[in-house]
C-alpha cells in the first residue's frame, strides 16, 4: 500500500505486506549465522563502514542532483 509523505509530496511511503517478510526468511537467516561470526567490536566497526559509505552515497547524489 502506497502513502504520500507528509513531509515530502515528492515521496511514496511504501507499506509492506507481513507476507513479504516471510520471502526474506532464508536471507535473514543468513545474515543472522554470518553475523554470529563477528564479535560487538567487528559489528560496529561494519556498522560504521556501512553508514560511512551511505552518507558518501548520500551526498554524492545530492551534488548530482544540485541539491
Not at 32 to 42: F, K, N, R, S, V
Not at 47 to 55: E, G, H, I, P, V
Amino acid at each position: 500500500m502506497q502513502h504520500r509523505d507528509p513531509n515530502d509530496r515528492r515521496a511514496v511511503l511504501v507499506r509492506v505486506a507481513a507476507e513479504l517478510f516471510g520471502l526474506y526468511a532464508g536471507m535473514n537467516a543468513s545474515m543472522d549465522q554470518l553475523c554470529a561470526g563477528y564479535g560487538d567490536t567487528e559489528l560496529e566497526l561494519l556498522a560504521d563502514f556501512l553508514r560511512r559509505t551511505t552518507d558518501a552515497g548520500r551526498s554524492a547524489t545530492d551534488d548530482l542532483a544540485g541539491d
